[in-house]
């Protein structure tokens, strides 16, 4: 598959270990957090508990994902109260389309704003019909926009493969940053860019000030999402630079979909791996 400047995978792939080796040190105000999806199993079991877990391993953010709208507001307090006692904050919520729609964007309100959220993120749009429906996907988003605005608050965007797959020689991510206001969060998840044969750099640099959350999710072209973070081909101290230099990140989030330890183990490897890389 090609890449964005027409390069092949596997050239890219190359290119991306050399560039990283000029990187120098991270700012340390830009939090890194994790995207709850990494403990799902854990998270459905004990969402307190893991909490705990995660800010003992030395977590600064959290994200959660979907199933939150389906709280209570009460039990929203309860996590934010225990938030608040461990020192980590929620900067945004993973949604489906259902915390946009015009009777489910109040409650999704209500929700993060208890929780401390500014970003209500629409993780996916599934898969539209055409060049046409990912317009009608960038005018929700902007609808969503202009209603959170004024609480000061923005909406954003979640890629996945497909919105780095061109249909009709356009991108579906590039329709989305086209046809939204700058205000719209372009939440950026490196592996499955990478997997879809774009260059994240790239794109990073294309939209400046608008990738202000990044998922840290690294992939292999053999293990696919199974590796931690660090241990596939990302290009992740070529990634930080472009972000800290105008891509306007405002906080990092490590993901992982699997790997060979339990989830619990596999975040707190990933943290670790973390402070390797970002020295």
Same mark, same amino acid.
């Given at each position: 598959m090609m890449s964005d400047h027409g390069v092949s995978r596997r050239s890219f792939l190359a290119a991306s270990g050399v560039a990283g080796l000029a990187f120098g040190a991270t700012p340390a105000t830009i939090p890194v957090g994790l995207e709850?999806?990494?403990?799902?199993?854990e998270l459905a079991k004990d969402t307190m508990a893991t909490l705990r877990a995660v800010a003992r391993d030395g977590?600064?953010?959290?994200?959660?994902y979907a199933p939150y709208f389906a709280w209570t507001s009460?039990?929203?307090?309860?996590?934010?109260?225990?938030?608040?006692?461990?020192?980590i904050r929620c900067n945004s919520t993973h949604n489906g389309g259902d915390s946009l729609a015009p009777e489910g964007i109040g409650k999704a309100i209500e929700l993060n704003q208890i929780l401390g959220s500014k970003y209500i993120v629409w993780a996916s749009a599934g898969k539209p019909n055409g060049l046409d429906g990912w317009k009608a996907v960038a005018a929700k988003l902007t609808e969503a926009a202009a209603k959170l605005k004024?609480?000061?608050m923005a909406t954003g965007y979640h890629n996945h493969q497909l919105e780095f797959t061109p249909i009709?020689?356009?991108?579906?991510?590039?329709?989305?940053? /086209?046809?939204? &206001? @700058?205000?719209?969060?372009l939440q950026l998840d490196v592996g499955t860019c990478i997997e879809a044969g774009s260059d994240p750099v790239a794109w990073i640099r294309a939209s400046p000030g608008r990738i202000r959350c990044i998922h840290c999710k690294d992939w292999s072209p053999d293990k696919g999402y199974q590796v931690l973070f660090g241990e596939g081909v /990302?290009?992740? &101290? @070529?990634?930080?630079?472009?972000a800290e230099n105008g891509g306007g990140i405002e906080y990092y989030l490590i993901e992982q979909e699997g790997s060979r330890f339990p989830s619990l183990e596999g975040v707190e490897r990933c943290l670790a791996n973390w402070k390797k890389v970002k020295v």
């Open positions: 709850l999806y990494s403990v799902r199993d977590y600064q953010v959290v994200e959660f009460d039990y929203a307090k309860q996590v934010r109260k225990l938030m608040d006692s461990l020192g004024p609480l000061g009709e020689g356009k991108r579906p991510i590039e329709v989305i940053a /086209a046809n939204t &206001p @700058a205000d719209v969060m /990302a290009p992740w &101290p @070529a990634i930080f630079q472009a």
